[in-house]
T-cell receptor
Framework: EAGVTQFPSHSVIEKGQTVTLRCDPI?????LYWYRRVMGKEIKFLLH????????ESGMPNNRFLAERTGGTYSTLKVQPAELEDSGVYFC????????????????FGPGTRLTVL | AQSVTQLGSHVSVSEGALVLLRCNYS??????LFWYVQYPNQGLQLLLK??????LVKGINGFEAEFKKSETSFHLTKPSAHMSDAAEYFC??????????FGTGTSLTVIP
């Protein structure tokens, strides 16, 4: 079974440009999460999709970030326009079942996309 | 609000020595707790998780962690370090099972 994949693995852009990150979750996983790690700091939650719906986007930094999950399969995270502080590693994770009723399911993480904004 | 503190951003141990990576959490109610490991150029891999069953949790690769409510801790241990254990380790807490709160990570170096 293929794991969570992310593309690209690295991206270097200039301030003001646009970048789109892609995440392909494990097949059949309804839940998809985006996280970000700024260098030296903790991994921070950005948002959570259940299928194609945004369940929780409380961690999105500002309106320069737009996440989509058309058709409930892969997801994209667009940063427009990029700023210097957006540099970091963006992780995507997926899990199989909803945990609205309690309990927890393992989140499987991709290798991340390292974004550098110059 | 939940938070995680990992004491020691860098830990070095000799091969064969005990590995102890510390994690303390802050939560208003008993949380779910996780340890993930990241090897170079790979994604985070689940080592083990605590979900309110047994307080001593055994994970993969010989790691285990003990949930201590009185100390709000979930330290990760392994009796004997291998060279292949060199990686970055992350402790995480979650109340809902959806949004995870991670610590800043501990980089483990194993000295031959």
């Amino acid at each position: 079974e293929a794991g969570v994949t992310q593309f690209p693995s690295h991206s270097v852009i200039e301030k003001g440009q646009t970048v789109t990150l892609r995440c392909d979750p494990i097949s059949g996983h309804d839940n998809l999460y985006w996280y970000r790690r700024v260098m030296g700091k903790e991994i921070k939650f950005l948002l959570h999709f259940v299928k194609e719906s945004k369940q929780d986007e409380s961690g999105m930094p500002n309106n320069r970030f737009l996440a989509e999950r058309t058709g409930g399969t892969y997801s994209t995270l667009k940063v427009q326009p990029a700023e210097l502080e957006d540099s970091g590693v963006y992780f995507c994770a997926s899990s199989q079942r909803s945990v609205a009723g309690g309990g927890t399911d393992t989140q499987y993480f991709g290798p991340g996309t390292r974004l550098t904004v110059l | 609000a939940q938070s995680v503190t990992q004491l020691g951003s860098h830990v070095s141990v000799s091969e064969g020595a005990l590995v102890l990576l510390r994690c303390n959490y802050s939560s208003s109610v008993p949380p779910y707790l996780f340890w993930y490991v990241q090897y170079p150029n790979q994604g985070l891999q689940l080592l083990l998780k605590y979900t309110s069953a047994a307080t001593l949790v055994k994970g993969i690769n010989g790691f285990e962690a003990e949930f201590k409510k009185s100390e709000t801790s979930f330290h990760l241990t392994k009796p004997s370090a291998h060279m292949s254990d060199a990686a970055e380790y992350f402790c995480a807490v979650s109340l809902t099972g959806n949004q995870f709160y991670f610590g800043t990570g501990t980089s483990l170096t194993v000295i031959p």
